[in-house]
């Protein structure tokens, strides 16, 4: 641990200074005053809550600068820099509004909460308000449109992000800081266990952040984060809560969800569920059959919260059905029919969170995270109303995570910890394509600071192993590094440059290795290969930023090369109805850039601006071993999302925002063998909310009119893109109250 012995060395550096404090009110624009705000030093990792009277108080706070930001549900958050000198309080008002642009928080980047502009990896957030806006039966389809983001499906009930191109086993979707056990990543047509309906945050780091989360994050990580995740660790007197509802049509959707925490002196109970579903959904063509959804999920949970110390225990269970639209086309029931296929999907968890904090020391806390996934899907085959199983798949996986936070030294902070899990993977009937495997990771990591006052360095690394023990084939064993650096420079008031060296190393996936058979979810037969190596990633990553009240930019470059890259290749040949694929090895290169601008044309006017763009080829010509395919230097990869620009007017009014905004698309040109082109499209949408903010709660009415030209468009990267087209003109109403 180079990281721990470099920071013991540093302690004796760090000068001995009287600490200071800070102090001050939360209060809306109103001037009444604002509780249960949350109130952030970054820096520090510190956080504080509002009481009934808005004051809010640090003690102990190092000398120095710091941004202190405030936020609360439904309003726009306020940034702050407060100086604190030594053995003196510093003092610091918020008065928080509507705001068209708000600061983000995330706390996945780098394990702590921080901004988004001060984060070294780029980071985007969508908050509980604007997830109600957004309502859909998947985080895909909610996801889709964001900055360097798209969506893979096999209709709306299985979309899941592809961040900058990369999908399957390299993004990692997590709830809470931890993985939900789902098999999504292996199949087009599995979704993720997660009702967006109930979320706090939904955060998106884009690029490697496998130092942090492992060898499956590669090329990036979606953090799913609900409302319960603060109360887990945060001691809070009183209750908060929230109920939600939507409703739309073109697919006659509706949800509805609540949730209600409460704390009692050092004790926390928490609890919130829901229900929602769609029915198949409209194009300016027809109605596509059998793309319904519903599903409900339940969770509980209650916790411990001393003043060093917390534990805290919680359940949660969701199930849900969705339909595969047209998978019957390419599956026929025995009387020679089309059947409908449905998934039916359940999923339970438990999860232990406990540590010790405040202690002193140079290791002041430690937070260990032991999480419990019982994962099962059914693939039902539906035919003139008699069901039957098809292929049941099994996921069991524990996890675990210790992290500690060690004390800053002068200009060093950082964390190091370990992490492993233990997986096992079953599946029995027509698409179970491999044996019974089990696989074990065990990890160690460190994430280091280095804070000076005009430029701050972050620097550290991960040593991970992963093994995979099959019933029938050849066991696997895979152990690498993986590494980053990275600078942040301050430029001007507001500016930074930030740039980040990664190395990474990624193991095979379970599928890629040993799968072999009809995989009606891939519309492959799929053959993999159980002597492929590990993929090893070195990437370059550049963001230049810039964050005013009247002028917010970001525009990032990546530039990826992966050694061994693993795609599954077409290889000409039919085979069981299906396009026979392999799964291959070649050296490649991803290329991109995203780019957001927000413009205040007037206090209440802003223009909305984004783009994004990325390249992905092979740097070399691979031939399969075992069928001889073989796929060209400068052949594009396949799935790969065309380029997109999105431009918007953010026009508000006291507690009224209207936004009108289009989605310009290009043509997808750079195709792989097999792949079809997909035209250009311009979809054009308004969405519109109104805010009635108190000191208690906050009510907000919101209305989503989506493809108001009815345009007839299709994804490029829906595995059934020729036979299903996008959703077509509709309106999508919601309402949330948040109290507190």
Same mark, same amino acid.
């Given at each position: 641990?180079?990281?721990?012995?470099?920071?013991?060395?540093?302690?004796?550096?760090?000068?001995?200074?009287?600490?200071?404090?800070?102090?001050?009110?939360?209060?809306?624009?109103?001037?009444?005053?604002?509780?249960?705000?949350?109130?952030?030093?970054?820096?520090?990792?510190?956080?504080?809550?509002?009481?009934?009277?808005?004051?809010?108080?640090?003690? *102990?706070?190092?000398?120095?600068?710091?941004?202190?930001?405030?936020?609360?549900?439904?309003?726009?958050?306020? &940034?702050?820099?407060?100086?604190?000198?030594?053995?003196?309080?510093?003092?610091?008002?918020?008065?928080?509004?509507?705001?068209?642009?708000?600061?983000?928080?995330?706390?996945?980047?780098?394990?702590?909460?921080?901004?988004?502009?001060?984060?070294?990896?780029?980071?985007?957030?969508?908050?509980?308000?604007?997830?109600?806006?957004?309502?859909?039966?998947?985080?895909?389809?909610?996801?889709? =449109?964001?900055?360097?983001?798209?969506?893979?499906?096999?209709?709306?009930?299985?979309?899941?992000?592809?961040?900058?191109?990369?999908?399957?086993?390299?993004?990692?979707?997590?709830?809470?800081?931890?993985?939900?056990?789902?098999?999504?990543?292996?199949?087009?047509?599995?979704?993720?266990?997660?009702?967006?309906?109930?979320?706090?945050?939904?955060?998106?780091?884009?690029?490697?952040?496998?130092?942090?989360?492992?060898?499956?994050?590669?090329?990036?990580?979606?953090?799913?984060?609900?409302?319960?995740?603060?109360?887990?660790?945060?001691?809070?007197?009183?209750?908060?809560?929230?109920?939600?509802?939507?409703?739309?049509?073109?697919?006659?959707?509706?949800?509805?969800?609540?949730?209600?925490?409460?704390?009692?002196?050092?004790?926390?109970?928490?609890?919130?569920?829901?229900?929602?579903?769609?029915?198949?959904?409209?194009?300016?063509?027809?109605?596509?059959? =059998?793309?319904?959804?519903?599903?409900?999920?339940?969770?509980?949970?209650?916790?411990?919260?001393?003043?060093?110390?917390?534990?805290?225990?919680?359940?949660? +269970?969701?199930?849900?059905?969705?339909?595969?639209?047209?998978?019957?086309?390419?599956?026929?029931?025995?009387?020679?029919?089309?059947?409908?296929?449905?998934?039916?999907?359940?999923?339970?968890?438990?999860?232990?969170?406990?540590?010790? %904090?405040?202690?002193?020391?140079?290791?002041?806390?430690?937070?260990?995270?032991?999480?419990? *996934?019982?994962?099962? +899907?059914?693939?039902?085959?539906?035919?003139?109303?008699?069901?039957?199983?098809?292929?049941?798949?099994?996921?069991?996986?524990?996890?675990?995570?210790?992290?500690?936070?060690?004390?800053?030294?002068?200009?060093?902070?950082?964390?190091?910890?370990?992490?492993?899990?233990?997986?096992?993977?079953?599946?029995?009937?027509?698409?179970?394509?491999?044996?019974?495997?089990?696989?074990?990771?065990?990890?160690?990591?460190?994430?280091?600071?280095?804070?000076?006052?005009?430029?701050?360095?972050?620097?550290?690394?991960?040593?991970?192993?992963?093994?995979?023990?099959?019933?029938?084939?050849?066991?696997?064993?895979?152990?690498?590094?993986?590494?980053?650096?990275?600078?942040?420079?301050?430029?001007?008031?507001?500016?930074?440059?930030?740039?980040?060296?990664?190395?990474?190393?990624?193991?095979?996936?379970?599928?890629?290795?040993?799968?072999?058979?009809?995989?009606?979810? *891939?519309?492959?037969?799929?053959?993999?290969?159980?002597?492929?190596?590990?993929?090893?990633?070195?990437?370059?990553?550049?963001?230049?930023?810039?964050?005013?009240?009247?002028?917010?930019?970001?525009?990032?470059?990546?530039?990826?090369?992966?050694?061994?890259?693993?795609?599954?290749?077409?290889?000409?040949?039919?085979?069981?109805?299906?396009?026979?694929?392999?799964?291959?090895?070649?050296?490649? &290169?991803?290329?991109?850039?995203?780019?957001?601008?927000?413009?205040?044309?007037?206090?209440?006017?802003?223009?909305?601006?984004?783009?994004?763009?990325?390249?992905?080829?092979?740097?070399?010509?691979?031939?399969?071993? =075992?069928?001889?395919?073989?796929?060209?230097?400068?052949?594009?990869?396949?799935?790969?999302?065309?380029?997109?620009?999105?431009?918007?007017?953010?026009?508000?009014? %006291?507690?009224?925002?209207?936004?009108? =905004?289009?989605?310009?698309?290009?043509?997808?040109?750079?195709?792989?063998?097999?792949?079809?082109?997909?035209?250009?499209?311009?979809?054009?949408?308004?969405?519109?909310?109104?805010?009635?903010?108190?000191? +208690?709660?906050?009510?907000?009415?919101?209305?989503?009119?989506?493809?108001?030209?009815?345009?007839?468009?299709?994804? +490029?990267?829906?595995?059934?893109?020729?036979?299903?087209?996008?959703?077509?003109?509709?309106?999508?109403?919601?309402?949330?109250?948040?109290?507190?």
């Amino acid at each position: 641990m180079a990281a721990a012995i470099l920071f013991n060395i540093c302690i004796p550096l760090a000068p001995a200074q009287s600490a200071g404090s800070i102090l001050g009110t939360v209060s809306l624009a109103s001037g009444e005053r604002l509780h249960t705000a949350i109130i952030l030093i970054p820096q520090l990792s510190r956080r504080a809550e509002s009481d009934d009277h808005g004051n809010f108080r640090f003690i *102990n706070v190092p000398p120095g600068t710091y941004a202190v930001v405030a936020r609360a549900s439904g309003f726009g958050d306020e &940034r702050r820099t407060v100086t604190v000198a030594a053995g003196k309080p510093a003092s610091v008002d918020f008065k928080l509004k509507l705001a068209a642009v708000r600061e983000e928080i995330t706390v996945t980047a780098s394990g702590r909460e921080e901004t988004a502009y001060e984060s070294f990896q780029a980071v985007s957030t969508l908050n509980s308000i604007e997830l109600v806006k957004e309502a859909e039966p998947s985080i895909g389809e909610v996801l889709d =449109n964001e900055p360097g983001v798209a969506k893979r499906s096999f209709g709306p009930g299985s979309a899941r992000p592809v961040i900058r191109g990369f999908d399957g086993d390299r993004v990692l979707v997590m709830r809470d800081g931890m993985p939900t056990g789902a098999l999504s990543s292996q199949s087009g047509d599995h979704g993720e266990p997660i009702n967006v309906l109930g979320l706090e945050r939904l955060e998106v780091v884009k690029g490697p952040a496998t130092l942090l989360y492992g060898s499956s994050a590669l090329g990036g990580v979606v953090n799913a984060i609900t409302p319960n995740e603060h109360f887990q660790e945060h001691s809070h007197d009183g209750m908060t809560g929230y109920v939600s509802g939507t409703g739309g049509s073109t697919n006659d959707s509706g949800g509805v969800d609540a949730g209600l925490q409460a704390g009692f002196g050092t004790w926390a109970f928490w609890a919130n569920g829901g229900a929602n579903r769609t029915d198949d959904y409209r194009t300016p063509i027809g109605r596509v059959e =059998n793309s319904g959804t519903r599903s409900a999920d339940l969770t509980a949970g209650a916790g411990w919260l001393g003043n060093r110390s917390f534990f805290n225990l919680s359940g949660n +269970h969701i199930d849900s059905r969705y339909g595969i639209p047209f998978a019957g086309a390419f599956e026929e029931s025995p009387d020679g029919e089309q059947a409908d296929i449905d998934v039916a999907m359940r999923r339970w968890n438990v999860r232990s969170t406990a540590g010790y %904090k405040n202690l002193g020391g140079p290791l002041p806390d430690f937070r260990l995270m032991l999480d419990y *996934n019982d994962y099962r +899907h059914d693939e039902i085959e539906v035919d003139d109303g008699t069901e039957s199983l098809g292929t049941r798949f099994t996921n069991r996986l524990f996890n675990y995570r210790g992290v500690f936070t060690q004390k800053q030294a002068g200009v060093l902070s950082g964390s190091f910890g370990f992490s492993g899990a233990t997986r096992m993977y079953k599946a029995t009937g027509p698409e179970a394509l491999s044996s019974p495997v089990d696989q074990m990771s065990f990890a160690v990591f460190a994430l280091e600071q280095i804070a000076l006052p005009r430029i701050g360095f972050q620097f550290g690394g991960r040593v991970e192993s992963n093994r995979y023990d099959a019933q029938q084939g050849l066991d696997r064993d895979f152990t690498g590094f993986s590494g980053a650096a990275g600078v942040r420079v301050p430029l001007w008031t507001g500016g930074a440059f930030v740039a980040n060296y990664t190395h990474s190393y990624r193991a095979p996936a379970l599928e890629e290795l040993y799968n072999f058979g009809p995989h009606l979810g *891939n519309l492959a037969f799929e053959i993999g290969n159980s002597a492929l190596q590990r993929e090893l990633s070195n990437g370059l990553d550049l963001s230049l930023r810039h964050s005013t009240n009247t002028l917010r930019v970001e525009a990032n470059f990546f530039l990826y090369r992966i050694g061994n890259f693993v795609f599954l290749a077409p290889t000409h040949a039919i085979r069981e109805g299906l396009m026979e694929a392999e799964y291959m090895q070649g050296d490649s &290169r991803f290329m991109g850039s995203e780019v957001t601008a927000d413009v205040s044309l007037h206090p209440n006017l802003w223009l909305n601006l984004g783009f994004d763009v990325v390249n992905a080829e092979l740097n070399r010509t691979v031939t399969s071993a =075992n069928t001889g395919a073989m796929a060209a230097a400068g052949t594009p990869l396949p799935r790969i999302p065309p380029m997109r620009g999105r431009i918007g007017v953010d026009a508000r009014f %006291k507690g009224l925002s209207i936004n009108p =905004n289009v989605v310009i698309a290009d043509a997808a040109e750079d195709l792989f063998p097999t792949e079809t082109r997909t035209a250009g499209y311009t979809v054009v949408n308004l969405d519109a909310s109104y805010t009635l903010p108190a000191k +208690h709660t906050v009510h907000v009415f919101s209305v989503k009119a989506f493809n108001l030209g009815d345009r007839l468009y299709r994804n +490029h990267l829906s595995f059934i893109k020729e036979l299903a087209p996008e959703i077509g003109r509709g309106v999508r109403v919601g309402y949330t109250v948040r109290f507190f």
